[in-house]
């Protein structure tokens, strides 16, 4: 998707490293990594809502066919 190669991590870790200092960049790092885990819960939760309903709206579709 984002085609970042070796030069650019290495531009963002020297760019983090002065904007944050040595000392907090695991810190951020840390929280940065939990909040993506946490948006991937997210979106797992609305696919698996949706499959849900669909499966729902199904089964009531067949339901009043008969």
Same mark, same amino acid.
């Given at each position: 998707m984002?085609?970042i *190669?070796f030069p650019?991590?290495?531009?963002? /870790?020297?760019?983090a490293?002065? /904007?944050?200092?040595a ?7 840390k ?5 993506i885990?946490?948006f991937k819960s *997210?979106i797992?939760e609305v696919?698996?809502?949706a499959e849900?309903t @669909?499966?729902?709206?199904? @089964?009531?579709?067949?339901?009043? @066919?008969t």
């Amino acid at each position: 998707m984002f085609d970042i *190669g070796f030069p650019e991590l290495l531009l963002i /870790l020297v760019v983090a490293l002065l /904007l944050f200092g040595a000392r907090r960049v695991p810190e951020v790092a840390k929280a940065l990594g939990q909040s993506i885990n946490a948006f991937k819960s *997210g979106i797992r939760e609305v696919y698996r809502e949706a499959e849900s309903t @669909k499966a729902e709206a199904k @089964k009531l579709e067949e339901e009043t @066919k008969t």
